[in-house]
Nanobody, 121 residues
Framework: QVQVVESGGGLVQPGGSLRLSCAASGSIFSIYAMDWFRQAPGKQRELVAGISSGGNTNYADSVKGRFAISRDNAKNTVYLQMNSLKPEDTAVYYC???????????????WGQGTQVTVSS
């Protein structure tokens, strides 16, 4: 079984910064891409940023130049550094991990429970 847990959300003023973390744990054989999504009230969940196992990254246009995704493969952890935050960044942020659990030959998708980010003065 694989568990995915996010942390680091909170309330921040416009222009401020936050760093989200997402750790995958459990019986893991291999982890592949790790991604951050967000969902604002009344809106669909959207991809914010992703990083491959080799370190290739991609970003939504709305966060390019402000957010940075990185990962520590030794810790099975992905980070999202969010700078110059805007009120429209307010959302629940979710981590998605693709992984193969120990004893399996299949890849599965795992989601965290989400962490709230609120940007407000």
């Amino acid at each position: 079984q694989v568990q995915v847990v996010e942390s680091g959300g909170g309330l921040v003023q416009p222009g401020g910064s936050l760093r989200l973390s997402c750790a995958a744990s459990g019986s893991i054989f291999s982890i592949y891409a790790m991604d951050w999504f967000r969902q604002a009230p009344g809106k669909q969940r959207e991809l914010v940023a992703g990083i491959s196992s080799g370190g290739n990254t991609n970003y939504a246009d709305s966060v390019k130049g402000r957010f940075a995704i990185s990962r520590d493969n030794a810790k099975n952890t992905v980070y999202l550094q969010m700078n110059s935050l805007k009120p429209e960044d307010t959302a629940v942020y979710y981590c998605r991990t693709r992984a193969t659990p120990s004893g399996s030959t299949s890849m599965y998708i795992y989601w965290g429970q989400g962490t709230q980010v609120t940007v407000s003065s």
